[in-house]
């Protein structure tokens, strides 16, 4: 069965930083694109940044130089590095896995707080 389990949440102070990861299962994780989206209170969910399966990255304009995403295909992992980090990228962070080559194949995890708070 496909899982997605995030962790790395947490309460941080206005640039500060924190590491949220993602372990994947039930996948065969090296030929996923893995992505981070956000969603705050009252807000759509949004694209933060993806991973291709060849290593290739995009970032929302609003976190690019201070957010980055690695994968480990190695561990089934996904990681979102975020630094100095602002109260409004406060918000529930959640992993995707999509395989491009059919939509049907799009899984998320149940998602993790992030809250940026002095």
């Known amino acids: 069965q496909e899982r997605l389990v995030e962790s790395g949440g947490g309460l941080v102070q206005p640039g500060g930083s924190l590491t949220l990861s993602c372990a994947a299962s039930g996948i065969t994780f090296s030929i996923y694109t893995m992505g981070w989206y956000h969603q705050a209170p009252g807000n759509q969910r949004e694209l933060v940044a993806t991973?291709?399966?060849?290593?290739?990255?995009a970032y929302a304009d609003s976190v690019k130089g201070r957010f980055t995403i690695s994968r480990d295909n190695a561990k089934n992992t996904v990681y979102l590095q975020m630094n100095s980090l602002k109260p409004e990228d406060t918000a529930v962070y959640y992993c995707?896995?999509?395989?491009?080559?059919?939509?049907?194949?799009?899984?998320w995890g149940q998602g993790t707080q992030v809250t940026v708070s002095s």
């Open positions: 995707n896995a999509r395989y491009p080559g059919n939509a049907r194949y799009n899984y």
């Open positions: 991973i291709t399966s060849s290593g290739s990255t």
